[in-house]
């Protein structure tokens, strides 16, 4: 009974401290006259927000509170009236562009407080965000995102571009920053870039970082430090390895052959022969990718598909190529699928067959970060298609030339070429061959096509005379001419 009685004395005068001190922080009046907690009281707004007036509020509310509070309900009632998603966006993206820093606070005795809302968020000091009192005036101020900011990168956490208000220091520009990034090593000096009025010529400032040099507005300020190279640099590995998925590299790259010994090497059933790295970006293509699909989260409605933007940079470097080429019209089409090709990275960069050669290049050949290693199973199989009876995948018998394959699909149909038409793509290289194919080694993943004799009709032949006959009578007609002018 005793140990309640005193829990609940502690309990009082917990609570009648609390009080107390929230009474005290609310207003500070002479006298000590504090309104009740739950008293409305009236707070105005002016200036550069989405809302201007006089509007209740209540003692205990804060002023960040108060001022997001308001701008939720002002912007879903402007919104409330718009069906388009572009232009809701638009407008959602105007309306958020209220200050949150030079806000002036004045109070009806006389107090005028500069509030820094974006500070009280990044660091919760709730000197940047004081309890609103009856008749405050919260006035925002108008400023040009263009000229009125201070815009950081370099060794930061957070590159930014911030609000500048009077009174800035480098420690500020930090603070928004996120600070100074761990990943770098004794960062220590900054350089401040400051241009001209007329923007023809700029002063570049460098200083240590501890001088907490005073900002101007319009100031980009470089944090410096050496290149940090410690990121995540990898390649990965698919297919026939014992430890298939990510290897690790290091920032120049690893050789193939070190790439594989790291994912446990071949299995027995690895096709080398077709095995391959995919590298399909170019360092322009990266930097393309990498921007596109920055700016399309950032502001998709303003911005062509990804897809589209690829087909729209590939007709471009395909008339770049054209433009100064000296190939004929039909040379053009076969110009354009193997521009295509090399485009899309059809094209095997290394001979895995040869890597572990240590005379070869192949196995130095350099991994880079984001390339795709492709090891595909042994597929031991021919293909046979075009006129044959039973088109399709046969299994491969070693030593066994075209005949054997044609066989196994039925023979030749009567509607097919003579042996000598017929054509072995070899698998890897797609390269048609049509002469001596009796003495071609066939191999896994080769191709057999037999080609198709088109049928004559005797209109078919009626025609093709009469266009020889025409010819040969144009040229009588030219020879009689010339006959006569030279009698």
Not at 287 to 308: G, H, M, S, W
Not at 468 to 474: A, D, E, W
């Amino acid at each position: 009974m005793r140990i309640q009685k005193r829990f609940l004395f502690l309990l009082i005068f917990f609570i009648s401290t609390v009080t107390s001190a929230q009474l005290n922080d609310f207003n500070t009046t002479k006298n000590d006259k504090s309104p009740l907690l739950t008293q409305p009281i009236t707070v105005t707004v002016g200036g550069n927000f989405i809302v201007t007036g006089s509007f209740t509020a209540f003692p205990v509310q804060r002023l960040d509170h108060f001022v997001t509070s308001l701008f939720i309900e002002a912007q879903q009632q402007a919104l409330t009236s718009l069906t388009q998603l572009e232009t809701i966006n638009v407008v959602k993206k105007q309306l958020e562009s209220y200050p949150l820093r030079g806000i002036r606070l004045l109070r009806s005795d006389g107090t005028n407080l500069n509030i820094d809302l974006l500070k009280f968020r990044l660091t919760g000091d709730f000197r940047y965000n004081p309890y609103l009192r009856n008749d405050d005036v919260i006035i925002f101020p108008d400023y040009d995102e263009e000229k009125d900011f201070i815009d950081i990168s370099g060794a930061v956490n957070k590159p930014t571009k911030f609000q500048f208000v009077e009174g800035d220091r480098l420690s500020d520009a930090l603070l928004f920053a996120g600070g100074v990034s761990k990943a770098y090593e004794n960062v220590e000096k900054a350089e401040i870039y400051r241009l001209s009025e007329n923007g023809l010529s700029e002063e570049i400032i460098r200083t240590a970082i501890f001088e907490n040099i005073e900002l101007k507005r319009g100031d980009r300020i470089r944090i410096v430090a050496g290149e940090n190279k410690r990121h995540d640099y990898k390649t990965l590995v698919l297919g026939e390895v014992k430890n298939p998925g990510y290897v690790y590299l290091t920032a120049e790259g690893l050789p193939v052959s070190e790439v594989i010994r790291r994912a446990g090497g071949f299995t027995p059933n690895a096709d080398l022969y077709r095995a391959e790295v995919l590298r399909n970006y170019t360092a322009d293509n990266i930097l393309r990718k990498d921007k596109l699909a920055r700016e399309f989260v950032e502001n998709r409605n303003d911005l062509l598909q990804p897809e589209t933007q690829l087909r729209l940079h590939q007709q471009k470097e395909l008339l770049e190529m054209l433009r100064l080429a000296n190939i004929t019209e039909e040379d053009s089409l076969f110009f354009n699928i193997d521009n295509q090709l090399r485009i899309l990275g059809a094209e095997s960069l290394v001979d895995f067959t040869k890597i572990s050669d240590p005379d070869s290049d192949d196995g130095k050949f350099l991994i880079k970060d984001g390339d795709v290693i492709l090891i595909p199973s042994k597929f031991e199989y021919v293909y046979v298609f075009g006129q044959v009876p039973r088109a399709g995948y046969f299994k491969y018998a070693p030593d066994m030339n075209y005949k054997y394959y044609i066989e196994k699909a039925g023979g030749l149909a009567e509607t097919a070429k003579g042996e000598d038409e017929i054509v072995v793509i070899k698998g890897k290289e797609k390269n048609w061959v049509t002469k001596e194919i009796d003495k071609l080694k066939i191999e896994p993943g080769d191709y057999i096509y037999v080609p198709k004799e088109i049928p004559r009709t005797t209109w078919f032949y009626v025609e093709r005379t009469g266009n020889v006959l025409s010819i040969i009578g144009s040229i009588a007609t030219i020879v009689i001419l010339i006959m006569q002018v030279t009698k």
